[in-house]
């Protein structure tokens, strides 16, 4: 069982938007820890999507985007492509310091 | 390019050990950790741990303390994770990263992953 929930799946039709919810993110001194989201195609190694709550790399469309309260984060895909079908896991830390993934979320497009 | 480059895919009785290499280019290894996760057939991420490069300094995950060993070379800027004792719930792609500074704990970019099948 993950320390971080995500919903199994969501779903969306094309040019829709969709959110995927990541709770449960520990707190250290009064902050939470940053949230970071990987998105994972079929097969393939995890990309990171999105990291420090709402921060894009460098190539990562603007469709994409994370935000983040209290101990709840999400990530949203506005404009839903074919191309966003993928696994998504968020990631963060737990009060010891250690590294903590979401269960995924299955992004399927209608 | 920044790159990982993994090893290939490997097939173990249960009980024995398993060594996964992790070659770096495109940046300067000693700068970063490399973190060690695996993800079992259907399944999600799971961290194993990391090692700071430039001096072999180690975090392991709990679960795995006393089964893994990560070490890395810096002359060939290749790390290596092996984990010992395999059972078959070990089954899994075993993927190392790039930690992105030694505070920020985001992975960017990930190896290809290492396929280990535990089978009798």
């Known amino acids: 069982q993950s320390v971080l929930t995500q919903p199994p799946s969501v779903s969306g039709a094309p040019g829709q938007r969709v959110t995927i919810s990541c709770t449960g993110i520990?707190?250290?001194?009064?902050?939470?820890?940053?949230v970071h989201w990987y998105q994972q195609l079929p097969g393939k190694a995890p990309k990171l999507l999105i990291y420090g709550d709402s921060n894009r790399p460098s190539g990562v469309p603007d469709r994409f985007s994370g935000t983040k309260s209290d101990t709840s984060a999400s990530l949203a895909i506005t404009g839903l492509q074919a191309e966003d079908e993928a696994d998504y896991y968020c990631q963060s830390s737990d009060s010891s310091l250690s590294v903590v993934f979401g269960g995924g979320t299955k992004v399927t497009v209608l | 390019q920044v790159q990982l480059v993994q090893s290939g895919a490997e097939v173990k009785k249960p009980g024995a050990s398993v060594k996964v290499s992790c070659k770096a280019s495109g940046f300067t290894f000693t700068n970063y950790r490399i973190a060690w996760l695996r993800q079992a057939p259907g399944q999600g991420l799971e961290w194993m741990g990391w090692i700071t490069t430039y001096n072999g300094n180690t975090r392991y995950a709990q679960k795995f303390q006393g089964r893994v060993t990560m070490t890395t070379d810096t002359s060939t800027t290749t790390a290596y994770m092996e984990l010992r004792s395999l059972r078959s719930d070990d089954t899994a792609v075993y993927y190392c990263a790039r930690k992105a500074t030694l505070i920020d704990n985001w992975f960017d970019p990930w190896g290809q992953g290492t396929q280990v099948i535990v089978s009798s």
């Open positions: 520990s707190s250290n001194s009064g902050a939470t820890f940053d």
